[in-house]
C-alpha cells in the first residue's frame, strides 16, 4: 500500500501495490478520478491546482497537465493552461451610474462593446480598459415620476417607454419631447394590438419593443385611459383596424377590467385574438368562454428570443410578418454579452 497527495481533495490517497506493478500502470485517484501513474518507480498524479475567479474570489479546479481553455465556473471566463500554468482571463465589475453597487461583468481580453446589464447603455471594453457610457435620467413629460434611462453616447432618436413620445439625444444630452397623439389613418392599420394590463407594463413594453424593431406595427394604450372618453373610441378604433389582437395573459390583465373590454370588443368584431401567456396564471371563466378553442402560447419558462420566435410564428398565420426594413430605432443586438453561469 502507497500513499500519495491529490491536489484537488489535499488529502492522501491509497494506492494498493504489488510486486507485479510495471512502468505506466496508472489507477484512478478516489478523491478527484485523476489518473496516478507509475513513473520511474515513482507514483505521479496527474498535475492540477486551485484557482481563484477575480470576480468574486471563488476558486475553480484545473488541470494542468495538457495545453488547453477551460470555462471559469464562477464567472464564465476563460481559463488557459500552458506550460502546466493555468491563467484566468482578466476581467473587471464596471459599476451601472443608475445606482450604486449595480454592476455588470465585462472581459477585458479583447476590445469589444457590452450591454449593460442594469441600464442598458453600452460599456466599451478597449486596449484592456473598460467604460460605461455616460447616461441621463429623464422624467417622462405626461407620467410624472416615471423616469427614462437615456445613454448618452452620440447623437440619436430613441421612444419613450411610456408615452412613446421622441427622446433626443445630441452632443453629450438628452430632451423629452412633448407626447403627441396619434391620428387615426383607416388606410394605415396597425398590424396588432396589444391588450394588456398597465401594471405588467415593465414586462410587456420590451416584448412591444421587440416587435416594432423588426417592422411589425404595434398599436397599445399607454396612458390606461387618461384621456376619458376620446381615448376610449380611439381603442376602439384601433381593435376595429388591427388584423389581430394579441393579449398578454397575466393574472393582472385577466383582473383588468380594461382588457376584459377589450377581449369583448375584439369578439364583437370578429378579430383574431392571439393570448400569450408570459406567467403560469389560469383564465378566469368569463375570459376562458371569450377563448375558447383558441391556441395559447404558454410563454412563461421560455427564454425572451424563444418567446419572440413563437410569437412571431402565429404571427404569421394571420398575415403578420417582420418588415426586415425594422423601425430605424437604435437596437443592441450587436453588442457583446457575456454573463457568469447560474
Keep these: 500500500m502507497a500513499k500519495i497527495r491529490c491536489p484537488f481533495s489535499g488529502g ?16 484512478i485517484c478516489p478523491d478527484c478520478q485523476g489518473d496516478i501513474t507509475l513513473d520511474q518507480e515513482r507514483l505521479r498524479h496527474t498535475p492540477g491546482g486551485w484557482l481563484t475567479c477575480p470576480v468574486n474570489e471563488g476558486t475553480v479546479f484545473v488541470w494542468t497537465d495538457e495545453d488547453e481553455e477551460f470555462e471559469c465556473d464562477e464567472c464564465g471566463g476563460t481559463i488557459a493552461v500552458s506550460d502546466n500554468t493555468a491563467e484566468h482571463e482578466p476581467v473587471a465589475l464596471i459599476e451601472c451610474p443608475a445606482g450604486k453597487g449595480l454592476t455588470s461583468l465585462v472581459f477585458l481580453q479583447e476590445d469589444a462593446t457590452y450591454e449593460c446589464d442594469h441600464c442598458e447603455a453600452s460599456i466599451f471594453v478597449e486596449d484592456g480598459e473598460a467604460r460605461h457610457e455616460d447616461i441621463k435620467e429623464i422624467e417622462c413629460t405626461e407620467h410624472s415620476g416615471s423616469v427614462v434611462i437615456v445613454p448618452l453616447e452620440g447623437d440619436d432618436s430613441l421612444e419613450c417607454p411610456f408615452c412613446g413620445s421622441d427622446i433626443e439625444t445630441k452632443e453629450g444630452d438628452a430632451v423629452h419631447r412633448n407626447p403627441q397623439r396619434e391620428v387615426t389613418d383607416s388606410s394605415n392599420p396597425r398590424d396588432v394590438f396589444v391588450s394588456y394590463a398597465r401594471k405588467d407594463s415593465d414586462l410587456v413594453l420590451p416584448l412591444i419593443d421587440d416587435l416594432q424593431s423588426r417592422g411589425i ?30 393579449l398578454v ?12 373590454r377589450e377581449i369583448t370588443i375584439a369578439r364583437d368584431e370578429n378579430k383574431p385574438i392571439l393570448p400569450l401567456f408570459i406567467e403560469p396564471v389560469t383564465m378566469p371563466s368569463n375570459v376562458k368562454y371569450q377563448l375558447a378553442g383558441v391556441q395559447v402560447i404558454h410563454g412563461d419558462g421560455m427564454e425572451r428570443d424563444e418567446v419572440m420566435a413563437a410569437l412571431l410564428h402565429s404571427l404569421g398565420g394571420f398575415g403578420v410578418r417582420p418588415d426586415s426594413r425594422g423601425t430605424g430605432r437604435r437596437k443592441a443586438t450587436s453588442r457583446r454579452k457575456r454573463t457568469p453561469r447560474s
Excluded: C, H, Y
Design 249 to 260: 395573459g397575466t393574472a393582472n390583465a385577466f383582473a383588468s377590467d380594461n382588457v376584459t
Design 217 to 246: 406595427r404595434a398599436w397599445f394604450d399607454r396612458t390606461g385611459i387618461a384621456g376619458g372618453i376620446p381615448w376610449m373610441t380611439k381603442i376602439v378604433d384601433q381593435i376595429v383596424e388591427a388584423k389581430v389582437i394579441l
Design 12 to 27: 492522501q490517497v491509497d494506492v494498493t501495490r504489488s510486486g507485479d506493478d510495471e512502468e505506466g500502470d496508472t489507477w
